[in-house]
């Protein structure tokens, strides 16, 4: 039917399937409800601690609440539901008696649209260390600068830290967010389509950056981007919709495997295009 | 450049022990708001339902005042009148406001848009006795007579600005990209504006419009010097009187705008200071019955929209 099928490449860059690492997350069971609906059942899966974990997916299969289900965001949503646990360095998140303000801090997030906060680039970066309590000015200004030039991003706005977040570019909002996020020093960042609201270069740092940042942080990236899964991360959980419309997991497994030798044929439609 | 950690210099327990006494603090702060906005509605309520409740019957509703100091009679004068000023008001106030809202959406920033946002903050806080006295001025004189007309006209000035102001911000939290997703099919200003932007609003704007209502229904001070007030006012004898007299059907509208009016508060206002106690307790009869609409506009409102909700979302 397909005249030729586009196998991705995996660059050499993204790490193989490192047996050595340790498991920073645990996805154990997992469905999630909102409402009556469930969007997405029983998912095992593990999050290896500095490396990057994909997820891709047809659109609706559930990536954004599996995701969001890490650092309990979808406790903001009325009427939202988890059954199963996810555990952080084997501890249950969900378990009763669970600070969720300290799972957040311990696991950030970037969202599909940069949102940066209506303030100078400068009190975006400051805004969760002011929230942990940091006085200091000379540190503030020390851990400020450290993670702007972590976000790629401090040789652009050093002049002008002054400026409004909102006046950056889409690529720049993005790196700010990420910024942001990691001036807390999260364990682990979760990023829900980082680069699909940005052109091609920009994403193309955003990618860069991934693959310095998994050196100090876990990270987990939705993306619709083949190419981008197989770039940037070292593990892809792939996740389909069943007929019942809820999410499940077809297949997980090394990057570089998954996509030079899935096991299931409809991984392998789906990243070859025949399917999604 | 020193990579010490951030949490070298906080103390992240005592910081967190901070938030969760200030959390808790601010969480029975709110509790107690809750009260302190509670407590007073259910006492009123429950204050005139005993003291009106008993008061309520059929005749209330039904029959014109008994002369002064006699027993029985209703305000059925006052019912009508309210109802008549009331539907006058709307049907000046509402179809304005939109266009008015309308017009702030789609140009926000002419000098236009600003003087009419300026001049309906205005009018929101203007007395609603000085709106009055501006309908006696200007209607009452000329005419050289009182009149349900007046009345109307100083309740849609008053409604007005409410549901303007309202429903522009109902139309503005409607998101940029429906509308402008609207536009890129060529859709016109005003078809984009009816057919896209004005649906995802509506919620919100039939809240805005109900209150509005509400607040028009409530009004007192404007209409004793508009509809000043009428023990005889009642539309059926109008019409019948009417049509016994061969009148077109404008002229018996006419007349029944013309007359002097009476309206629920201003009957309340008025029997609460007499010294016949059946008029005492019919003015609590009143309060209840004022009572009980602004209850029922209000659920109305919300099971309207919890209606539109389910329709929309699932
Ligand atoms: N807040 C919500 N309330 C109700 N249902 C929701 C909510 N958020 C998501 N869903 C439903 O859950 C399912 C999964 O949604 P989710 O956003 O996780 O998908 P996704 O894989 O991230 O999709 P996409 O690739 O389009 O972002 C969908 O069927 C969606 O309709
Ligand atoms: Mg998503």
């Known amino acids: 039917m397909q005249p030729e099928t586009a196998v991705v490449k995996v660059s050499a860059g ?19 409800y909102y409402k009556a609906f469930r969007a997405i059942k029983e998912i095992d899966l ?25 650092n309990r965001m979808n ?40 949102n940066p906060f209506p303030m100078s680039v400068y009190d975006n970066v400051a805004f969760g260390l002011r929230l942990l309590g940091l006085r200091k000015k000379s540190v503030m200004d020390e851990i400020v600068e450290r993670s702007l030039r972590a976000a790629a991003l401090w040789e652009h706005v050093k002049d002008n830290l002054g400026q409004s977040g909102m006046a950056l570019s ?35 740092t955003i990618e860069d950056l991934i693959q310095t940042l998994k050196e100090k942080f876990t990270i987990v990236i939705v993306t619709h981007n083949m190419q981008q899964a197989a770039r940037v991360s070292d593990f892809t959980a792939f996740l389909s919709m069943d007929d019942d419309r809820a999410g499940y997991l077809v297949e997980y497994g090394p990057t570089m495997e998954l996509f030079t030798n899935p096991r299931k044929k409809l991984t392998e439609d789906y990243i070859t295009g025949r399917f999604g | 450049m020193p990579t010490e950690s951030v949490y070298a210099h906080v103390n992240l327990e ?30 009123i309520t429950v204050y005139v339902v005993i003291k009106g409740g008993k008061y309520i019957n059929w005749a209330l509703f039904a029959r014109l005042p008994a002369p002064m100091g006699a027993p029985g009679g209703g305000v059925l004068h006052a019912i009508e009148g309210t109802a008549v000023m009331v539907t006058l008001a709307s049907v000046i106030a509402i179809p304005l406001a939109l266009l ?170 008025k029997y609460a200071q007499q010294p016949y106690q059946e008029r005492v307790q019919q003015a609590w009869a009143v309060a209840f019955v004022l009572m009980l609409f602004a209850l029922g506009i209000n659920i109305l409102a919300r099971a309207r929209l919890a209606y539109r909700r389910r329709k929309l979302y699932g």
């Open chain 1, 14 to 32: 993204a790490q193989p399937a490192a047996a050595e690492a340790d498991t920073k997350m645990l996805i154990n069971g997992v469905s999630v």
């Open chain 1, 75 to 114: 406790d903001l949503i009325p009427g939202a539901r988890l059954e199963g646990e996810v555990l952080l360095d084997g501890e249950n998140i969900y378990a009763p008696g669970q600070d969720v303000v300290d799972i957040r801090r311990r696991v950030g997030m970037v969202f599909q649209r940069p």
């Open chain 2, 14 to 43: 005592s910081n967190y022990r901070r938030r969760k006494i200030l959390n808790a603090v601010m969480l029975s702060l709110t509790g107690l708001t809750v009260l302190v906005a509670v407590v007073p509605l259910v006492w």
């Open chain 1, 46 to 70: 593990p999050v290896y601690e500095n490396r990057v974990t994909a997820f891709i997916g047809p659109s609706g299969c559930g990536k954004s609440t599996l995701l969001r289900s890490l």
């Open chain 1, 170 to 204: 889409g690529g720049q909002q993005q790196r700010l967010c990420i910024a942001r996020a990691i001036a807390v020093e999260p364990e682990v960042i979760l990023m829900d389509e980082p680069t699909s609201a940005l052109d091609p270069v920009a994403t193309l």
């Open chain 2, 100 to 269: 008015g809202a309308f017009y702030l959406l789609a140009r926000p920033n002419t000098s236009l848009a600003h003087g009419l946002r300026f001049s309906t903050d205005m009018l929101a806080g203007t007395p609603s006795i000085v709106i009055g006295l501006f309908g006696y001025a200007v209607i009452v004189v000329v005419q050289k007579h009182f009149s349900a007309f007046a009345g109307g006209i100083v309740l849609a000035i008053i409604m007005l600005p409410v549901v303007l102001r309202s429903a522009e911000e109902m139309l503005k939290l409607v998101p940029a990209e429906m509308r402008e997703g609207a536009l890129a099919l060529g859709s016109p200003e005003w078809h984009a504006a009816l057919k896209v932007v004005l649906p995802a609003a509506m919620e919100g704007i039939v809240t805005g419009v109900m209150l509005g209502i509400a607040r028009a229904v409530g009004e007192t001070a404007p209409l004793l010097f508009t509809a000043l007030g009428n023990d005889n006012y009642e539309i059926g004898k109008i019409v019948r009187s009417g049509i016994r007299h061969h009148q077109s059907v404008g002229k018996i509208l006419g007349q029944i705008f013309a007359q002097p009016a009476d309206a629920l508060p201003l009957t309340l206002w």
